[in-house]
């Protein structure tokens, strides 16, 4: 169904009689009514953009004065776009938005063969650039070879491994090089191949590991952690971050160091830090004084101060690192089963359990202030019930607060199925597998007074029936919430998801980091899911969803969605209408910008069957993206002027504006890629990488292109 100002039904009337006629004609009020009311309750009044809304026309169902706008070029070469946690991030503004496709789209110059798109939105709309560099058929060994290894959080900087170098005169081999995304110039860091791990604010200071020694006074033969600081001298700018306090020698460890979590604690021949797939956020305070990295010989936890030149211990033994706050004056760690807290100010450690606790992990903490962490342990840590009528019991999997020196206990989660990706880094039964491959299923905000997790466990009154939800914890009230609970009460008949990784697979060894599924404010959660959950989901298919607290947006206790036992309203995201899955990517800090993808074509210049990304945007829309119909012409008028030029060739430049795509002006449209031989081309693709990531590559694809699983 199209949805435009009046939300009509288009309806075929055979000659069977009045009857049927009557019938269909009161069929078709109703549906108009209930559609109509559904969308005026999701809008707000007097949206400013609503002569946008009404032009693609399904956009008039989004709450908050959404319009959908397409991300992805309209041109794709019969390509999708694709992506996956890790691959799909968004600027915390929402103004730019990272994703891949298996060939390369015409007109973006990239020598990748799973090329990654940078798009950001401008005055004319959305512009796409390739952050490989172009191929240069001339480099010694052949043309290049270019993989995004991970970006800022901006999305200014780009670590980009080129094979081989991009200048005259390198050996043979892997090259490592910062890109700029305003001026697309590469910036040559060394020779071998890095891992991102973080950056300080301003990107000016960024922390990378490299299993190559990048720098003689690195360690052998192991992984080194080291800090590109943009201030210093182009020959001082990369030094080694990874080194011991002088008292133990003031060198890098013989055993190598990672951003974050490391060494013994997370397993045998398990790699850490940002190059085993680990989350590294806020490894590097905002300021970029304070790095923190793990021993990957001892396991024992340090802070390196570059500007004073010295290091300090964290941990007093083998410890796992588990989160600081943004400006690092704490880090949190586990040692032994107890969790600890580390000030950085004062230099002192300080137990926040004790004695055997059983602590399996952490959901997250206040990276605002360090004064909330959630935290899974098998002790009886507190003695008060939840709003369940549920105390906490030796054994169980029990979920605590802990805020300022006092823990309490919020609910009993299981210990099998997804529940332990809310707080454990191994999701495969202990495998030695990192977030990467898996991605983290709690969320907090970084003032810690909300944490938004995953469970099968039937945490409040609705029936579940083993399926996942999602459940959102208010710290202040103690108030435990299903936000993906079926409104209607009928008991669950699918899973919930917090990104895709479970449908579109991931790349062993993509950065690992935090979707904003959870707004920063707690008021906004976005999620996927099979069921309908609103009487607009109709297509039995992956959805993409919205969940907003009363008083937030369009969100009011008469609203045609709202829950009282949520104490918010639902709304799609996507359409509920497409044949065909939908997915969420990202999402901007405050919510505003929800990046999803999906087939159906959702503006005007969308002509094509293939996977593109749109971004549902708070007051968005984009008009050249709607173009209105050709005027009514009769006769000799409908031809128009002839012109006698030729027909333009595709379009060369690296980027290219949504408005002035040609795609959008074709008349014909072109038979998409089967699916095999979607399958075939991304095989093909992966003969062009090197030879240790060929194998990955060609996992990707045929989980990709093969046979469809239904989630």
Known sequence: MAYGQGEGVSLRIGSAGRAPLLLSLLTLVCMGLEAGALAASARAEGCPNEQLRGQDGYALQLPDCRAYEQVSPADKN???????????????????????????????????????????????????????????????????????????????????????????????????????????????????????????????????????????????????????????????????????????????????????????????????????????????????????????????????????????????????????????????????????????????????????????????????????????????????????????????????????????????????????????????????????????????????????FTSQAQLTSYDNAKHDELYLYEAPDAKLICVSCNPDGAPATSETYLTNNGELGREPGARAFLTRNLSEDGSRVFFQTQEALVPQDTNEQTDVYEWEREGAGSCERASATFSAASGGCLYLISTGESAEPSYFGDASANGDNVFFFTRQSLVSQDQDENVDIYDTRVDGGIAAQNPPPPPSCAREGCLGPVDPSPVSAAPTATTFAVAGNLASQSVVKPKPLTRAQQLARALKACRKRPRKRRRTCEAHASKRYGKRVKR
């Open 78 to 452: 019969f390509t999708d776009a694709a992506g996956f946690p890790g691959l799909v991030q968004s600027s915390p503004s929402g103004e730019a938005v990272t994703f891949f496709s298996t060939a390369p789209f015409p007109g973006v110059t990239s020598a990748a063969s799973l090329p990654t798109y940078l798009t950001i939105r401008g005055a004319g709309g959305w512009s796409t650039q390739g952050l490989a560099p172009a191929a240069n058929p001339s480099a010694a060994g052949g043309s290049e070879e270019g993989s995004t290894e991970g970006l800022t959080e901006d999305l200014s900087q780009a670590l980009i491994l080129v094979e081989p170098g991009l200048e005259a005169g390198l050996a043979p081999g892997v090259y490592s090089y910062l890109r700029d995304s305003a001026t697309g110039a590469f910036r040559l860091l060394g020779p071998g191949a890095a891992a991102f791990a973080d950056a300080a604010t301003g990107d000016s200071r960024i922390i990378l590991e490299s299993s190559e020694q990048l720098l003689p006074d690195a360690a052998p033969g192991v992984v080194n952690l080291y800090e590109w600081n943009e201030s210093k001298p182009p020959d001082e700018q990369l030094s080694v971050a990874g080194l011991l306090p002088a008292s133990e020698g003031g060198q890098a460890p013989t055993g190598g160091s990672v951003a974050g979590p490391g060494g013994p604690a997370l397993g045998e021949e398990v790699t850490g830090g940002a190059t085993g797939g680990f989350y590294t956020q806020d490894t590097i305070s905002a300021d970029g004084s304070r790095i923190f990295f793990s021993d990957g010989g001892t396991g024992r936890i340090y802070m390196r101060e570059p500007e004073a030149e010295r290091t300090i211990p964290v941990s007093a033994g083998p410890a796992y690192w588990r989160a600081a706050t943004a400006d690092g004056n704490y880090v949190f760690y586990t040692e032994g089963e107890d969790l600890y807290r580390f000030d950085a100010e004062s230099q002192t450690r300080e137990a926040l359990t004790s004695g055997a606790a059983g602590v399996l992990g952490t959901l997250g903490i206040a990276t605002e202030t360090g004064a909330y962490a959630y935290f899974v342990a098998t002790g009886t840590l507190a003695g008060n019930e939840n709003g369940n009528n549920e105390k906490a019991e030796a054994g169980n999997a029990n979920l605590y607060e802990w805020h300022d020196g006092e823990t309490i206990f919020i609910a009993r989660l299981g210990t099998k199925g997804s529940d332990p990706a809310d707080w454990h880094d191994f999701l495969h039964g202990g495998e030695s597998q990192g977030p990467a491959q898996g991605e983290k299923a709690s969320r907090v905000t970084p003032d810690g007074t909300t944490v938004l």
